[in-house]
């Protein structure tokens, strides 16, 4: 699997602290090594047909779709502005 970010998870990213950029980027390389690890609790986005969620920190979560053997990242940030549609 591979990684490909959309300009608004680029956006969410910047926004975040350097520390919590820390640990997205740990929890991304999770995502890639087994995206079903305790830590991220990923788990579909209610009334989405194909968009998940995976947890950063207790209060960061990111989203992402699956397209072949690729993550697309949507979404990084707080818990409710991400999953607010856009």
Known sequence: MKLSLTKSFD??????????QRHCDKQLLILLKNPRHP???TKKVQGSRDV???RITKDI???????????ILRRVGKHDE???KP
């Not at 956006?11 to 919590?20: D, Q, R, V």
């Open 11 to 20: 956006k969410g990213y910047e926004k975040l602290s350097i520390e919590t």
């Open 52 to 54: 998940w969620e995976g």
């Open 61 to 71: 979560r990111f989203t992402f779709q699956i397209i072949g053997d690729t993550y």
């Open 82 to 84: 991400v999953l607010r």
């Open 39 to 41: 830590s991220l609790r």
